[in-house]
Antibody, heavy 122, light 108 residues
Framework: QVQLQESGPGLVKPSETLSLTCTVS????????WSWIRQPPGKGLEWIGF???????NYNPSLKSRVTISRDTSKNQFSLRLSSVTAADAAVYYC????????????????WGQGTTVTVSS | EIVLTQSPGTLSLSPGERATLSCRAS???????LAWYQQRPGQAPRLLIY???SRATGIPDRFSGSGSGTDFTLTISRLEPEDFAVYYC?????????FGQGTKVEIK
């Protein structure tokens, strides 16, 4: 059973870089798409981006200039870096597996981490 | 960017009742690329439906999805206590992937 676990600092100063890691257990990141999603307090979900097992990435244009998603296959981890953070970046950050349902050419984020809360404050 | 608008914002129902949630897209979305998620308080979202109408693994058959083009529906045939939560639709057909703002199903 695949499980995901986010880790990283819970507090980031304004203008600094937020760095989070998602560790995948029970399966390999050398398949599928691996996504980051965030949820500001009391608000809805926002897709940040994903990395494909090949290393290719796709980012939300609203964050593209500040986001980097990378992977470390030797550690079975993928990571998020978000630069120049402001209070608007405070949120629960989730990592998730984007699964491809080949029979019907469809997708769904079928496995999620529990989420990690990031606060932006000096 | 495709905007997904969910309605109603809040649905107040009793256990055993039927819930009908709507997700309307600002432009046509392939039904293959529309999913529904459930989020209980303090928990991560859970995939319910992919491809507009296919239930994810382990999802009870009281959950069903339908729709095409710009109008999609999630139906919960008989609400169980654990179904009171927030529900989100999401589209993958056009980048960026976008979510609706959510519908809260609360106990009446």
């Amino acid at each position: 059973q695949v499980q995901l676990q986010e880790s990283g600092p819970g507090l980031v100063k304004p203008s600094e870089t937020l760095s989070l890691t998602c560790t995948v257990s029970g399966g390999s990141i050398s398949s599928y798409y691996w996504s980051w999603i965030r949820q500001p307090p009391g608000k809805g979900l926002e897709w940040i981006g994903f990395i494909y097992y090949s290393g290719s990435t796709n980012y939300n244009p609203s964050l593209k200039s500040r986001v980097t998603i990378s992977r470390d296959t030797s550690k079975n981890q993928f990571s998020l870096r978000l630069s120049s953070v402001t209070a608007a970046d405070a949120a629960v950050y989730y990592c998730a597996r984007l699964y491809y349902y080949a029979k019907i050419d469809s997708y769904g984020m079928d496995v999620w981490g529990q989420g990690t809360t990031v606060t932006v404050s000096s | 960017e495709i905007v997904l608008t969910q309605s109603p914002g809040t649905l107040s129902l009793s256990p055993g009742e039927r819930a009908t949630l709507s997700c309307r897209a600002s432009q046509s979305v392939s039904s293959s690329y529309l999913a529904w998620y459930q989020q209980r308080p303090g928990q991560a979202p859970r995939l319910l439906i992919y491809g507009a109408s296919s239930r994810a693994t382990g999802i009870p058959d009281r959950f069903s999805g339908s729709g095409s083009g710009t109008d999609f529906t999630l139906t919960i045939s008989r609400l169980e206590p654990e179904d009171f939560a927030v529900y989100y639709c999401q589209q993958y057909g056009s980048s960026p992937e976008t979510f609706g703002q959510g519908t809260k199903v609360e106990i009446k």
